[in-house]
């Protein structure tokens, strides 16, 4: 039965959901299963008689008889769809049912305390730490600080070699294990593992991951994942990082104290001071926006070459959130048909990635092209 319509018949059931009874079908095969072992169940039949569709009793495998994805059948973009929706819905159950490993221990203080302050009393001066804070203290959306080490028993410092394909994993015990896996593999499976339910009584969803930084050597990774989520999400994907051009940083003052007491203008990134605390060093210096964009465009030009032979959809940009704009402004370049920001590909602004404002309609190659 070779390239020929039949109408397929079904119970209504899983990737035939939703489907009309009966509906057209391309079936394209030499053999034909009449003979059902007890652990799969027939789902739907050709207008012959023959099996067109089934389904394991216990296990999530389903399969069909004919090609959803012929020209010639109907329904095919649903019958994927159910497909994908049973998958997930199987990996959701699954998660489920799994004892968490890990669980989150919640203390609740009745003050505001003071993020500087808690960084100094419980996190080394020296090591692998991290904080994460809110960039302004905005009524309404201010949100939250973050702050952490390497000591813990759970910890793990992860670095990877692009050109080796070797990831190393530090513990805090000392031992250094190595996986030669993608990195972005590794960390899909560790934060799978880590997972965990939402802890009662929490004003947002916590989970366990990894605070870090990619370097834009990881372009092929970007891209293999996007190729991921491409097919995953039968939607066109574009790979877009946030590896260059963030050099503003805004601060919810404009001063910070030492512990000594002693004040001083606040960082604000390497677009406008220096990080040392020193008074000359924390004085804005013009020149400092002509090095940011010299490194933006170094970037750029490294992804421009990266581009070479590929489709639209297959290129790996760059963004970042305008987070000073008086220091964003200078960085903006007249070109032949628009302006376009000499920073990134892609500049957004608002509170967080999940609904950003684009300031950029198409993506330019490099800040001077």
Known sequence: MHGRVSEVRHTGADVFKGLPFPFSAVRYHSLAADDLPDELEPLAWSDDGVVMGLRHREKPPWGVQFHPESIGSHFGQEILANFRDLALAHHRARRSER???????????HMLPDAEEVRRTCLPPTGATFWLDSSAVLPGSTRFSFLGDDRGPLAEYVTYRVADGVGSVRHPDGRTTR??????????EQLDRRH???PPGLAFEFNLGYVGYLG????DNLQGLAAIMRTGSRSPTVAISRIAGQYGKPR??????????RQMPSYCGDAVND???DPVARTPQPRRLLTAYECSRLVLDELRRSWSGRPVLERVYTSHELLLLPYERPLVREGARCAYSGSAHFGWIGAGPTAPTWLSRRPCTTPSG
């Open 252 to 261: 919810s003052s404009p001063f910070e104290t030492e512990d000594s007491g």
């Open 99 to 109: 004892a968490a490993p890990y669980e989150v221990h919640v203390r609740r203080v």
């Open 275 to 277: 990080p040392a605390f």
């Open 216 to 219: 834009y050597e990881l372009v």
């Open 196 to 198: 965990i339910p939402t």
């Open 179 to 188: 996986t030669q896996q993608s990195f972005f593999t590794y960390l899909e």
